[in-house]
């Protein structure tokens, strides 16, 4: 922990990456991807459940639902996240940690609820109701993360984040893949319960960040919550929402189809998906170490790229056809992921002031929606051409890879304190 001076030469109270009130927020991320990656790892039960699954050639045979059916119900899933702007919007003005108590709690309460759906489509409806605190908890996890650290400590702990909230979806998606057979998708959900218990628990170790405190405490305006951003603002807002809508338009369908492509289209065994998964955990470490260290000594804007072309590259693999190309295709795009995580998480909270950070995470939110949204609805409908996942593939993921070059319309951050970036605020 370490003291530096806030705005009006206010003392700022800060955390290391490795402090107690950085990991609390790597439990609540963790419990976030528990809930949130359910409908990804389970979507083949699901689709097999509420479908009719046979020994046909199309996908709609094969998985129990045609792609366009099962790219709809995805993306009203992933519409329903709209609902993150407003619930960040509200961090602006309740502060992080009473919001982050909030979307964690409701969302996961949901995530079990889904569990016992009728059908797919109350499913759909069910799992919607609960995303978009999922989606707003992952925002502002990182926000917190972001404010309650120094320069040289908050890539580190932004990659902490995000590594918790993909060992909760790699827990959920190995316990799947193990024990499916006795879980059901029914089950698995069920199963949300456990880290919905022990929120109190979390809730302990959970901090108000200073920098929003002392922001609340001076001038910072009472600004609705709908994602006001004030227009000194907006251009680098319209950066940040066209690289969130870009990366979302590749990584939506490559990791939301990647767990029934696995199962229902090349048969992957639920042994080798349990080690495939496995395998993903420790190059997303990896990429989590590799940038947090190429995000503080190479830059922000250099390492994001990087992260987002090789998202696109290894999704190509992914659905290039064969299985040893799947699973090297989905390890190494865990891994770009990892990689693009801590360098535009730090760099998204750097570029704007206390004042509208929650608020402008939230339009990142939302930018990513959309661009899923886009992405799955393009994919399912393509993947339906003769069954070509590989051709939704090409034509959709290189070309919306080029938008990596919009990392250098925003100034770089590397070494600097959001206060020296906005010091009249």
Known sequence: MSDRSGSAGRPLQLYHWSDGPIIALLFVSLAS???????????????????????????????????????????????????????????????????????????????????????YWWFVALFALGRPFLTATNGLAQVAAAEQTASQDRASAVALVVAGYGIGAGALAILHSLASGTLGFRGLFAVALVPLVALPLIARSLREPDRFTIARAGDMPAMPVLGAVAPRFRRRLAVVVALGFAVSVITGPADTFVFLYAQNIVHLSGLITAAMVAGAGVTGLGGLLAGRWLADHVGRRPTGALGMVGIAVCGVVTYSGPKTLLVAGYVLGIFAGALLGPAGGALLNELFPTSVRASVSGWWLVSGVVGAVVGLLLFGAVADIGNRFSLAADVIFLPVALAAALFWAVPETRGREPEELWPDL
């Open 33 to 119: 991807g528990f809930g949130q990656f359910g409908v990804v790892a389970a979507l083949g039960d699901v689709a097999k459940t509420f479908g009719n699954a046979t020994h046909g050639t199309t996908i709609a045979e094969q998985a129990g639902l045609s792609g366009t059916v099962l790219g709809v119900g995805l993306a009203i899933i992933r519409v329903a996240s709209l609902g993150a702007l407003p619930l960040c919007g509200l961090a602006d003005r309740f502060g992080r940690r009473t919001m982050l108590l909030v979307t964690v709690g409701v969302g996961l309460a949901f995530t079990v609820v889904a569990s016992a759906s009728p059908g």
